[in-house]
């Protein structure tokens, strides 16, 4: 098959990526002339483990090649994959679909026989009819379909997430549209990978309901965590317990500092709005929005404490800003509320994430980056563990308490515990939903 994938994003590069090694022949387009300049010299200009080498072996064979011509990558293709960003709109909530509907309509111009225009990204319930008008107003001639193919990969773990997906979601309208997507999907059907069937609208809604979904599991375990910090219960027992129930399963049930990234703040905002579009108030992802908001919140009360009352004048090490380990992405991230409000109480803030610096710099003003933890340690009145990043979760934190002005630790991802803590010497430690001491 010839596939075009318009958008070398998170999802968009890791796509084309996988696609091109299920065999087909892959043109990723963008308009980011440095992205399309770095790939075209084998550079990924993102981090996600393991994609530099199966893009370099994909390319060697010439099954991958990158471009900035839309019109050029289209020609010929099977199928077009939207993957661009589907960001909050400024001021409503609403996912801004105008990189969508952009890329849809260039399509349209450019395309001159038959393709299956599927859309990738995530985008409300309608957008997929909505990208059909699009086509047809801007091209009546064209014959094509659209598709809705939402994806469901985690970044840091994105290849082994599309070649081994729970599975993959398929809405189309037409057989004909139908046996192309199969086709692509192939060498997934061959080894019996779940691939759901549906209509447009069904999977647009699975993905938002997926994500939401998984959105409310997470707070709801931060919620328990704080009536476990108040009750003497340990939120990792409390987890364990209910996760070893089959129909609970124990995935999202790690209490922490609130969710953030790329996709759950922004996908369950988007389904607060089109719930309230369609009368339908979505009551229980409003409240789960609200209830992350007072998670992060209370995390900087947490600090607080641990910094007796005051940050002005306090060293603090920050040990992880990107919103999970494994990927440089820090869209959301919890960080972006901890880092600043460590900085605006006046903490000198010091800071060490493995591949977090280069958005960082940017993104987080006034804090000084360090190389590793330790150096991060040094003289610091309080050190927060706030992504855990296998490097920080084996620390010697004898040294680390050697180092420090004054040992006291929030770990706001549950990696060590109050036994550690005080066996290297911390005169403070406290985590989520577990019980520790100052
Ligand atoms: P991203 O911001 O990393 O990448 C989007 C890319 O699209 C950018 O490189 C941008 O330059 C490019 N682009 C925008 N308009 C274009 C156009 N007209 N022509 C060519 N290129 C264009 O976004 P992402 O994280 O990859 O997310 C893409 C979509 O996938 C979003 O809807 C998101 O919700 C969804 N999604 C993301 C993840 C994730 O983990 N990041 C997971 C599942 C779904």
Redesign the pocket.
């Given at each position: 098959m010839k596939i075009a994938m318009?958008?070398?994003?998170?999802?968009?590069l890791v796509s084309g990526v996988c696609f091109s090694d299920f065999g087909h022949d892959v043109t990723c387009?963008?308009?980011?002339l440095d992205?399309i300049a770095m790939l075209e010299r084998g550079e990924v200009p993102?981090f996600e483990p393991g994609l530099d080498r199966l893009m370099a072996k994909n390319v060697d064979i010439g099954h991958l090649s990158f471009t900035n011509d839309?019109a050029q990558a289209i020609d010929g293709v099977d199928a077009v994959f939207i993957?661009?960003?589907?960001p909050t709109r400024r001021g409503d909530g609403h996912a801004d679909l105008s990189?969508v509907m952009?890329?849809a309509e260039?399509i349209a111009r450019a395309a001159k026989d038959y393709m299956v225009i599927v859309t990738?990204?995530?985008?409300p319930v309608g957008t997929n009819r909505q990208v059909k008008e699009v086509v047809q107003n801007a091209n009546p001639d064209l014959d094509f379909d659209v598709a809705s193919n939402?994806?469901?990969?985690?970044?840091g773990a994105?290849i082994d997430d599309f070649m081994k997906p729970d599975r993959v979601v398929v809405g189309v309208e037409t057989d004909r549209a139908a046996d192309v997507m199969a086709e692509i999907y192939r060498p997934l059907y061959l080894r019996d990978f779940p691939i759901i069937s549906t209509d447009l609208e069904s999977a647009e809604m699975i993905k938002y309901a997926a994500n939401a979904f998984l959105a409310t599991k997470i707070t709801f375990i931060n919620e328990i965590a704080a009536l476990c910090e108040r009750t003497g219960a340990d939120v990792k027992k409390v987890a364990q317990g209910m996760g070893l129930d089959g129909r609970i399963g124990n995935k999202f049930l790690h209490a922490g500092p609130g969710y953030g990234g790329?996709?759950f703040p922004?996908?369950t905002n988007a389904l607060a709005r089109i719930g309230q579009d369609h009368s339908v108030p979505m009551l229980i992802t409003e409240t789960v929005i609200e209830v992350n908001d007072k998670v992060k919140r209370r995390m900087i009360d947490k600090l607080l404490d641990l910094c007796d009352g005051s940050f002005n004048g306090k060293t603090v090490a920050v040990l992880g800003v990107t919103f999970k380990p494994n990927t440089d992405?820090m869209r959301d991230a919890p960080s972006l509320t901890i880092v600043p409000a460590l900085v605006g109480g006046g903490a000198r803030v010091q800071v060490a994430d493995p591949q977090g610096r280069h958005e960082g710099e940017k993104l987080l003003p006034g804090v000084t980056w360090c190389d590793d933890a330790y150096d991060a340690a040094g003289g610091a009145d309080l050190l927060v563990i706030l992504t855990e990043w296998n490097e920080f979760r084996a620390l010697d934190l004898g040294r680390i308490a050697e180092i420090m002005s004054v040992p006291r630790m929030a770990d706001l991802r549950n990696v060590y515990t109050v036994a550690d803590a005080k066996q290297a010497g911390f005169a403070a430690y406290e985590s989520i939903g577990r019980s520790g001491y100052s």
């Open positions: 318009i958008g070398t994003g998170y999802v968009g387009v963008d308009k980011d992205k993102i839309l993957a661009v960003g589907t990189y952009a890329a260039e990738k990204s995530t985008v939402p994806e469901f990969l985690r970044e994105a790329s996709c922004k996908d992405d």
